[in-house]
Structures are given as structure tokens and as C-alpha cells.
């Protein structure tokens, strides 16, 4: 037993210096975390003491994982993507002007940009204009030059945000559209990557999609989020069965899915179906595009719930969670102690269960475990899906409110590692019930 003991701490040691263990769910990066399969052989005996070694343990490097992870993503889809100066990956060659003017696009074209899309959220009063970058400059010294010539705009990079899935995200077969079967009243919204409707979790579900031109591209994390959020089965259920969930998918995958304009494109649908609360479980640098669009959603009463990321204690905001009003989420274990991998700050609002705990899988097995703020963050959106199921700015705060009655915290005040307590310890599905 204490040989057995040795080996399953060593061998979290090496999941957690090769990125490929469960404590790496949501790091914005590609493959650092699928759901861990149940009943494999020998799985019980080694994973369940390496789970107690790292409720523990502060996981190491997680940072250096995170850019490790990121030359290798550039390096793979070099010819769609590069680094802005910081070393973040970002759309190569693509610039984000937000509800830029006439003079400013006639600036622009003056310069050699030429416009690749446009989109309007009325509903928001926003407007975004992706531009090519002329082939004479590099990207970064392109967006400061259009800043520099309209210091009055809103000029970025189109950035690329992950989950813990990755990009892109190898799924199963599409399934059928779920939408059109009965559901409960009220909405959730998930922007993330493509949920397998064709799971047995989903077959009373209600699910409108978005995303894709209409193809449908199944992936781990959206499958698994997605179940949290609305799922039910004989031995599952996620925090709002019943509930109609709006699921975006912004990868398709496609190497430059997750960027930021996805994300603002994806809102933008949210707000137009006026869906209250909406879960995004993904990470990346600050953008302006994306600051934009949140906070014209927060103004207009819709509740954003957002997964603080798994970068570690130590390190700096992530977002859409740091934004201001957004339901920043941290996970616990089982016992109710922050995971040491989850984020920490004035952007924790809430935590939940984020490890020990099970939700749905592609393929079989068709249930596998999860760990890290990506599956904590869904438990919160689901709750508050209840009491908002459109927005409204005065029912947000009541139902941030009512939520934060019903947390659960050691001292009277709010702590940068749970924020206003644990919530939705009772949603954890138990690894042992697929036993």
C-alpha cells in the first residue's frame, strides 16, 4: 500500500509537469485537460490518492504550462495566428475596431485596411468591424498606428480565449438538433464549444444553437459544460434541468475559433434572445472588443458567469471573469477548500464544486470525471439561471442577492479565494454513484 501510495503521488507529480492531468481544466490552452475516464483498470487505485495528493499540494508552474502550451499552439497554426507583444495568441493579421466611425474606417482604408466582416448588436448599441492588416505592416505596429491616428477609437487584437478542451476540439459525430422538444420555463445560455445533443444527458433538453453555419462540431468541454448547466439522466443532473439552454459554439474547429470577435458575435445572439444568464468557462488576456460587449451587457441586466481560470493562486486577472460585474467563479473540493490551482482576487464572487465530481463525456465511457473552475463555473450560472430568466437589471441584483444568502463561508466577509461563499455543494455528482 505505501509503494502504491509513492507511485500515485509521483505520478500526479508528472501529470502536472507534462500538463495532461485534470488539475489543468481551464487554462485557456489546448489539451491540457479532457475529462478523466471512469472504470478504467486500475484507475481507482491510482487516480483517487493522486486526487488527495492534489487537494493538497499548490500545483507548480501552472503559468509556465500556460506558455509552454502556447508555442506550441502558435507553432502548430502559425499560418493563422501569431503573439501580440505580450505573447498572447491572437488572429494573424486582424484587427478589431469597436463601433468605429465613418471617418475612422475612411482613415483606415486610407492606410491599406480593408474590411473582412462586419456586425451590428443593436440590442447593445455596439458595432464591430474585423480589419485585414495591410501586408506591409506587422500587426502590433498596424494597431498602433490606428490608435495613434484615432487616440478617440477603440482599436485590438483579435484574441484568442480558451477552455480547458482546447483548440481545436476533436467531437463525435453531430448529433440532431435538440431544439423544438419540450422544456421548462426560463433560458440559460453557454458560450463554449459544440455540445453533443445526441447524449442520452441532453434527451429531454430544450437546446437552441448557434454557431458554426448551422454544422454541428461536438467537443469535450462544451459537452461537459453544457451537462452541468441543463443536463439529466437516471444517475446525473446538472444544476437547471428543464432550463432551455442557448448554446454558441465559437470554435467549430477551426484554428482561429475562440477569438474574441466569436465571443462578441456570440453575446450579441444572447442578447437578441434576451437570455438572462449566460455561462462562459473560458480565459484569455484583456481585449476591448470583449470589455465592450460585457459591459453593454451587464448594463442591460444580463448576468455573466465566468470561470476565474486555473492559472493558480498568484497569478493575474484572467478574463471575462476580472471584467467589472461579471459572476466571477472559483472551485472547491469536496471538502469545500479552494482548489490551489483556481485563480484568486477581487474577481471571485462565488465558488462551487470543481472537482470529485463527474459530468457528461463524447463517446464511452459516456461519463468521466472533471476538475477545475470550467465545471464550478456552470453550477453558478445554473443557479441564478432560476431567478433571471431574462435580463433585468433590478432582478441581477435580487438574484446575486438571494444566491449569496444561500452561501456557505467561514467569516462574515468576502474572501478573494471564495468570494461571498460556496454555493451548489448539493450539484456535485459523486464519482462513486458509476460505480
Not at 494597431?143 to 484615432?150: G, K, Q, T, V
Request: proline residues 8%; contains cysteine; aromatic residues 4%.
Amino acid at each position: 500500500m505505501n509503494r502504491l501510495r509513492f507511485l500515485a503521488r509521483h505520478l500526479a507529480c508528472l501529470l502536472l509537469l507534462c500538463g495532461a492531468g485534470a488539475a489543468q481544466a481551464q487554462l485557456r490552452l489546448p489539451g491540457l485537460n479532457l475529462p478523466q475516464p471512469l472504470g478504467a483498470p486500475g484507475l481507482d487505485g491510482l487516480v483517487r490518492p493522486a486526487e488527495r495528493f492534489l487537494e493538497r499540494t499548490v500545483p507548480g508552474d501552472l503559468r509556465g504550462l500556460r506558455l509552454d502550451a502556447i508555442k506550441t499552439l502558435l507553432l502548430r497554426h502559425g499560418a493563422v495566428l501569431e503573439a501580440d507583444p505580450r505573447g498572447a495568441p491572437v488572429v494573424r493579421r486582424e484587427i478589431l475596431a469597436n463601433s468605429p466611425s465613418e471617418a475612422a474606417l475612411r482613415m483606415a482604408a486610407g492606410l491599406g485596411f480593408q474590411v473582412v466582416r462586419e456586425e451590428r448588436f443593436e440590442e447593445l448599441g455596439e458595432s464591430l468591424v474585423v480589419l485585414r492588416v495591410p501586408d506591409d505592416l506587422a500587426t502590433s505596429e498596424a494597431l498602433a498606428r490606428l490608435r495613434a491616428l484615432d487616440p478617440g477609437g477603440s482599436y485590438d487584437f483579435n484574441h484568442i480565449y480558451t477552455g480547458s478542451a482546447g483548440l481545436p476540439v476533436a467531437g463525435g459525430a453531430p448529433g440532431q438538433d435538440a431544439s423544438g422538444k419540450p422544456g421548462g420555463s426560463g433560458a440559460v445560455g453557454l458560450v463554449d464549444s459544440g455540445v453533443d445533443v445526441a447524449h442520452p444527458v441532453f434527451e429531454d433538453a430544450a437546446i437552441e444553437s448557434f454557431g458554426c453555419d448551422g454544422t454541428r462540431h461536438p467537443a469535450p468541454h462544451g459537452t461537459a459544460v453544457a451537462a452541468l448547466l441543463v443536463g439529466r439522466s437516471e444517475r446525473f443532473s446538472g444544476a437547471a434541468p428543464g432550463t432551455r439552454l442557448f448554446a454558441a459554439d465559437i470554435y467549430c474547429d477551426s484554428p482561429a475559433g475562440g477569438s474574441a470577435d466569436k465571443i462578441a458575435g456570440a453575446l450579441g445572439w444572447m442578447a437578441r434572445s434576451r437570455v438572462g444568464v449566460v455561462n462562459i468557462s473560458l480565459v484569455g488576456p484583456p481585449n476591448a472588443t470583449l470589455e465592450r460587449v460585457v459591459a453593454a451587457m451587464v448594463a442591460r441586466g444580463h448576468l455573466l458567469v465566468a470561470a476565474v481560470g486555473n492559472d493558480g493562486p498568484a497569478a493575474p486577472p484572467l478574463y471575462p471573469a476580472s471584467y467589472p460585474g461579471v459572476v466571477g467563479v472559483s472551485g472547491v473540493d469536496r471538502q469545500g477548500r479552494p482548489l490551489p490551482e483556481a485563480g484568486r482576487g477581487s474577481q471571485v464572487m462565488f465558488a462551487a464544486p470543481g472537482s470529485q465530481m463527474v459530468s457528461a463525456a463524447i463517446g464511452s465511457p459516456p461519463y468521466r470525471q472533471v476538475r477545475g473552475t470550467s465545471f464550478a463555473a456552470p453550477l453558478v450560472a445554473g443557479l441564478l439561471a432560476k431567478s433571471l430568466p431574462q435580463p433585468d437589471r433590478a432582478g441581477a441584483a435580487r438574484a446575486l442577492a438571494a444566491l449569496a444568502s444561500q452561501a456557505v463561508r467561514e467569516r462574515d466577509t468576502v474572501s478573494n479565494a471564495t468570494g461571498h461563499g460556496v454555493v451548489g455543494t448539493a450539484l456535485r455528482v459523486d464519482p462513486g454513484r458509476f460505480r
